[in-house]
């Protein structure tokens, strides 16, 4: 029984166990002297009883036994996880869906692009409104990832195993022999092709495929398809103009979330990732504090981190210290900030239409903020920091200004 009992100690792991079980051992006047609960049970008792006392005290207490988990839903931090809800993206959805509702009528679908910052929901929307039109046959929905699919071969032939429902052979078929059946059964059986390419920056042609698809229906007269092309901002490039004018997308703008939106997205991860009680509104707090300088994607990585330090310190709540340790040992990169607050929202929405010369800029944004000019260069300085505008000092007649644009 004695035995038992230590190998159970031992088991456990437990960092204030193998403690107690020390002074019991040096000192059991100590133990009584430090747990009066235990001394009143254990006036005479022997060693047994008195662990498992112990244990059963400390289980009542904030001790995570070896085959317990904080996580009651793991798969809730994984990347590729689609929330039920989906926060703070529901202008995004809308105008996305808005592209795509015409195809549920039977007509083409209006390109798109969507484009933003990484995690900011591009991909997700794309899950989301994929999921939507679940249900209509004469949808047919690709997904494309840049990074997997990043051939013309590999895009093509995998249109063609959702429309025909096998892959073609790797090598012997041109690219355009797919091209060309893909355009006929799409025509033959009056479907639409709703084709999303996501981290088009991966693609070898991206530009080529995207010119392609969208002048399909000049050379195949009635064929509809939509395409939504994902690329950040600084990739624009890579559309040139010859495909842009045919491809003419409706540009989405995805904004990095603000560090309370943040928050917000982490507390519904931890409802539903943890068990109950795991963690306290004012850490999630110091979590959203600490992505500020990273993104939404180093936010939940720095939630489930933090949870398996609390684990492996056998703890079922996650406290400061663990989501210090967690952050500490995270690889960070160099990048700035890019997190943004309500003020920078709204001068980014108004550069989206044009640049603008400073002065023309500050008054516009007084109409919607209360700033006086010298918190409006602040804020002009944070987001250059942060790589989101450019900002070029011109000379004209009245003397020198500065010209801001988005980048
Ligand atoms: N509004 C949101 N509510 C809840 N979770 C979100 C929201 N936006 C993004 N996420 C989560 O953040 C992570 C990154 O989102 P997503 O992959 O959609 O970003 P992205 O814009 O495609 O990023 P990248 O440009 O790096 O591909 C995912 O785990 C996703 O579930
Ligand atoms: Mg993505």
């Avoid at 996305?96 to 990484?118: D, E, H």
């Amino acid at each position: 029984m004695k035995k038992e009992v230590l190998l159970c100690v031992a088991e456990y792991e437990s960092d204030i166990l193998s403690y107690l079980f020390f002074i019991y051992i040096i000192s059991r006047k100590a133990l009584y002297k430090a747990f009066p609960l235990i001394s009143e049970k254990c006036e005479k008792c022997d060693v047994n009883i008195f662990i498992s006392l112990i244990i059963s005290l400390l289980m009542k207490k904030d001790i995570l036994f070896h085959d317990e988990s904080v996580f009651s839903n793991p798969e809730v931090f994984d990347f590729d996880f689609v929330p039920e809800e989906f926060l703070f993206r529901d202008s995004e959805i809308k105008e996305l869906a808005n592209c795509i509702n015409p195809a549920v009528n039977k007509k083409r679908p209006v390109n798109c692009m969507l484009s933003g910052p990484p995690a900011t929901g591009k991909t997700t929307s794309i899950k989301k409104i994929f999921e939507e039109i679940n249900g209509y046959s004469h949808i047919i929905k690709v997904y494309i990832n840049g990074r997997v699919h990043n051939t013309n071969f590999r895009v093509f032939s995998e249109i063609h195993r959702s429309i025909f429902k096998y892959t073609p052979p790797e090598s012997g078929v041109a690219v355009t022999t797919l091209y060309q059946k893909i355009c006929e059964g799409l025509k033959s059986e009056n479907k639409i092709l709703l084709i999303a390419i996501d981290d088009c920056i991966f693609l070898e042609e991206a530009d080529e495929i995207i010119y392609e698809l969208s002048r399909a229906n000049e050379i195949y007269p009635g064929i509809k398809i939509g395409i939504i092309a994902v690329l950040n901002e600084k990739e624009k490039y890579i559309i040139e103009e010859k495909s842009s004018s045919v491809f003419c997308p409706c540009v989405i703008e995805y904004f990095p979330y603000t560090e309370d939106e943040i928050f917000e997205i982490l507390k519904l991860r931890a409802k539903f990732g943890f068990y109950p009680g795991v963690i306290s509104e004012e850490l999630l707090k110091i979590i959203a504090e600490h992505s500020i300088d990273y993104d939404l994607r180093f936010g939940i990585e720095l939630l489930r981190q933090s949870a398996i330090e609390c684990e492996n310190k056998s703890m079922k709540t996650i406290t400061k210290e663990h989501i210090e340790k967690a952050y500490s040992r995270i690889l960070k990169s160099d990048k700035p900030g890019k997190v943004i607050d309500e003020k920078e929202k709204i001068i980014l929405g108004i550069l989206n239409v044009k640049k603008y010369e400073s002065g023309e800029l500050y008054l516009l944004v007084k109409k919607k903020l209360d700033v006086s000019y010298s918190s409006f260069y602040r804020i002009l300085d944070k987001l250059e920091k942060k790589k989101l505008i450019t900002v070029i000092e011109k000379a004209t007649n009245k003397g020198r200004t500065r010209v801001i644009s988005k980048n």
